[in-house]
Nanobody
């Protein structure tokens, strides 16, 4: 079965940086659009960024200019580089793999990102 494993979360001060990684196994990595979502306490899960199999990236307005999503197809890995972190970025971050037309979605277990002021 398809599995996604995130890593790289942690506790940082405002203005700091983190890089999240997500390794995909059990599927054809290049078939999927890869995304990062986050969910803060009491809020719905929201899309942070995604990247197509061709490398086209999209970002939520709140993270544009600060976060960068990338993928390494040779390593079946998607990354989220997070710079200039703010307390409002605090959330559990989830990796997602989506097939064309959204017929299949796979999720990682999530990794906690906490940004202190």
């Amino acid at each position: 079965q398809v599995q996604l494993v995130e890593s790289g979360g942690g506790l940082v001060q405002a203005g700091g940086s983190l890089r999240l990684s997500c390794v995909v196994s059990g599927g054809i990595f290049t078939f999927y659009t890869m995304g990062w979502y986050r969910q803060a306490p009491g809020k719905q899960r929201e899309l942070v960024a995604d990247i197509s199999n061709g490398g086209s990236a999209r970002y939520a307005d709140s993270v544009k200019g600060r976060f960068t999503i990338s993928r390494d197809n040779a390593e079946n890995t998607v990354y989220l580089q997070m710079n200039s972190l703010r307390p409002e970025d605090t959330a559990v971050y989830y990796c997602n793999a989506a097939s064309r037309f959204g017929s299949s979605h796979y999720w990682g277990q999530g990794t906690q990102v906490t940004v202190s002021s």
